[in-house]
Each structure stands twice: as C-alpha cells, then as structure tokens.
C-alpha cells in the first residue's frame, strides 16, 4: 500500500483547466440544508468543491502534555516500543498533510518545527518544508531542525531512508495512515497518545466524528433523492503530463467518502484493488454517473475536455457525456483529519447544488 502511495505522489503536472462552478471559499456559506438541491442525474457539467473555512481549530488554546510516554512505532522491522520524553520541537510528514493539521488541532502548532508540503492551512507557512516534489523525505533538512520528536505514517519514503531518523537517534513515530472518517479519528488518538496528549486525542477525535455524522446526516436527510437510485461514483487520480491514471477503490478512502456523499462507490461495486490502473475496459463497465479528481490533476491532463480527449473511454461513459466531473484540491480531498467534515459539506455542494453559494 505505501509503495503504490509513494508511485502516485511522485507524478506532478500542471495545465490548463475548465472552470466549473466554485462552492465558495467564505465561512458564511449557507447551511447545507438550506441549499436546493437538483435532480442529481439532470445535472450537467464540471463542478469545483473549495473549502469554505481553511483554518483547524485547536482542541484546547494551549496543550500541557504528560511526558514521557511510550507507545508502538511500525517499524519495517516490526513494532518497536519507543519512548517520547521531550515534544519542543516536533516534525510531521505525511502524503496529505493530516498528521501535521492533527498536531494543530491538538494544540501543539507552535512546537511544530518541520512538515510535509501537502500541509495547507493558515499558520502552517512559516513551519520548515522537509519534503520534495515527489513527496520523498529529505533526512538532512529533518535532522537540521534538531527535532526532539518525529512523526510520520509511512505515506512518504523510501521508509529506509526515513528511519534512518531513528538510527539517528531521534524518537520516531510511525503510525498508522488515516485513510477513512474513522480513521481520521483514531489518528488523533494516536497522535495525541505519541504527545502526552491522550485526553485531547479523544476529544478531538470525539470532535472529528461528531462534526462528520452531522454533515452525514444533513447530506442524507436533505440533499439525497429520498427514493429511487444514488449516483455511480468513481474516484480517479490522473497525472496527465505523467501518463499516471488510477480508479481508486477500498482502503483508498474514496470508498468512505463517497459512501458519506451519498454514492454508490464504484470502485466497491466493481471489485477493484485500492489502487487499480485505468483501462478502457474497466471504467466503460464500471459507468460512473460521477467523477471525482484531484484539482491539479486535471489541470495536469488540460482540464475536461483534454481529459475527455485524451482517455476517449472516459468519454462513453454517463459521467464523460455529462461532463460530470468534480474536483477539489490536492491537499484537500483526501486529507483525512480535523477538517474532513469541511471536505465533506464542500463536496456535497459541488455533487448536488452545484454553483449555489450563501
């Protein structure tokens, strides 16, 4: 699984692309239950899903952590009990940026010294970058920061590389990916148990969940047809400059998203592994009435109609000849953590009130 996320990630690209309607990006959006919903199968036409508020909001305004503490770190040579006794100084990566708004949220922002680059949210810019443009770890930039703790969740590599952090002698955590709701929870207990945290782990996790089945509800009580079918969804990652296309299916985290959406996920329907390469076959069978994608790579394969053109299967299908094609931003969509029932409002405006603001 972590070698398919670190292929994916490698890929970058950038071009063009057709503007769909934005879902806004005010914090003074309607409620969703406010909003009109249409005929989700009459609707036509690409469609843009922004978060209406960036920021992650701490748990508590200052943390006291409870030192030292020692939990369990997967390491490739197994789980190997590591003690935590100093959280001053603390550097997170991972290939969505969860770990790192996981640690705000916990109210440890400002011991926060080094990040990933996938990170995206107000006071974050300041924190040192110590990833490349593949997502590949840079140890040398890691150490330079003298960090007191290290956590990651094996999402960015190679892994040998990044226990040399360990050789190193510096406490490194590795945990496990956050790759659904739940599991965005239960990172925040992770996280908060590696920091001396184990209190504010729960309640933000509390938090998560209960902000997530909120948005859940109002989406399934307001937005979905009460009767009749749900919309074929697929989730499909491209790197169009790369020749990079993948369906992604369970254990992706596009299942739970687009479970919570509403959706049939199509990527469950159709047997798929987590991460299944695109062919013509496969998506004309699947007939996605839906597609979801990551901001930049559809602006890496020249936007819709360069994707329509290049991948002509795509364009057979309902989703293709509708042109319904969603996106939201990279380090956004799949970024599992305190803000993944923002990423759920937004892209519920984009898939059922498309270009319906406040």
Aim: proline letters at 6%; charged letters at 20%.
């Amino acid at each position: 699984m972590a070698g398919a996320l670190l292929t994916l990630s490698a890929c970058q690209g950038g071009a063009a692309r057709d503007e769909g309607p934005d879902t806004g990006t005010g914090a003074d959006l309607a409620p969703l239950s406010s909003l009109s919903p249409q005929d989700p199968f009459s609707i036509e036409g690409p469609s843009t899903a922004a978060l209406s508020d960036r920021s992650v909001e701490p748990i508590v305004g200052r943390a006291e952590p409870e030192l030292p503490v020692t939990v369990a770190s997967a390491l490739t040579t197994g789980d190997t009990e590591v003690t935590v006794d100093d959280t001053s100084r603390i550097v997170a990566f991972d290939i969505s940026g969860s770990l790192s708004s996981t640690i705000w949220g916990l109210g440890m922002g400002d011991r926060l010294v080094g990040r990933d680059q996938a990170a995206s949210f107000p006071g974050i810019d300041d924190v040192e970058v110590v990833t490349s443009g593949g997502h590949a770890i840079n140890v040398e930039s890691v150490l330079a920061l003298r960090p007191t703790v290290v956590l990651t969740d094996g999402s960015i590599g190679p892994r040998d590389v990044v226990e040399q952090i360990a050789d190193a002698g510096v406490p490194l955590v590795v945990i496990p990916r956050a790759a659904s709701f739940e599991g965005a929870a239960q990172q925040a207990r992770d996280v908060g148990a590696a920091l001396g945290l184990a209190d504010e782990g729960e309640r933000l996790a509390d938090r998560i969940l209960a902000e997530i089945e909120e948005v859940s509800t109002t989406i399934d009580d307001h937005l979905v047809p009460a009767e009749g079918e749900r919309l074929r969804m697929a989730f499909l990652y491209l790197r169009g400059d790369s020749g990079v296309y993948y369906l992604f299916g369970p254990g992706s985290g596009a299942d739970d998203l687009v479970q919570r959406l509403g959706g049939i996920d199509v990527g469950t329907d159709q047997g798929w592994r987590e991460y299944t390469p695109l062919t013509d076959e496969a998506i004309v069978a699947a007939d996605p009435d839906l597609l979801l994608v990551m901001t930049k790579g559809l602006e890496s394969a020249g936007g819709v109609d360069g994707l329509l053109a290049s991948k002509p299967a795509l364009a057979l299908t309902t989703a293709g000849q509708k042109r319904r094609i969603v996106d939201m931003a990279d380090t956004d969509v799949l970024s599992f953590g305190p803000r993944s029932a923002g990423v759920l409002d937004a892209l519920a405006r984009a898939v059922y009130a498309p270009g319906e603001g406040s």
